[in-house]
């Protein structure tokens, strides 16, 4: 495991996090954005309470979580979707794994019965790290989106708590 320090995603960790974001799209197979969206658009589509870095000694971010509800349905109320993204200079050491847990930590508190995540099949690392931390596959939805003009496969994930009766 990483020597990095788990901390709640705050505004002043917005040009970091949005470059760990962009870099991650850049190497494509962590997501259909071509962009990374500004720090207000970011801002607003994620959930406060279930945002969090990896700071490593240096004060530096080196990877980050976060979650958007799936749906504005009561009956998905407890549903919700997160990314996680690692700088590529900080993969392999536990870095995504630290995020999860503290993901899954705060989204037990909160009650949440589910969390989900879409991954392309080609993203190995991803889909192992997802599965040590406790998600299941679901399925592989085909085709389900074009990305630079080919049709991408997502793998389809999910954690549910043990909370759940």
């Known amino acids: 495991m990483t ?11 917005a040009e970091q996090v ?20 500004d720090w207000a658009a970011f801002d607003k589509a994620k959930l406060p309470d279930h945002r969090f870095v990896a700071v490593g000694d240096d ?14 349905r009561c009956a998905y109320a ?3 979707e997160h ?3 690692v700088h590529p200079d900080a993969r392999g050491r536990g870095v995504a794994r630290a995020l999860l847990d503290a993901l899954i930590s705060s989204t037990e508190a909160a009650g ?11 993203n190995t690392a991803s889909l192992t790290v997802h599965v040590r931390a406790g998600f299941r596959v679901i399925g592989t939805r085909e085709r389900i989106g074009r990305h630079h003009g080919v049709w991408r496969d997502v793998v389809l994930l999910e954690r549910r708590s043990p909370n759940v009766g």
């Open 78 to 80: 407890g549903v919700i």
């Open 18 to 37: 949005l470059g760990i974001y962009q870099a991650g799209i850049a190497e494509g197979d962590a997501t259909f954005e071509t962009q990374a969206p």
């Open 112 to 122: 949440t019965w589910t969390i989900q995540s879409g991954i392309f099949p080609e």
């Open 3 to 13: 020597d990095v320090r788990i901390e709640e995603l705050l505004p002043e960790h």
């Open 83 to 85: 990314s996680v993204y």
């Open 59 to 72: 004060g530096r971010v080196v990877g980050w979580v976060a979650a958007s509800a799936v749906s504005d």
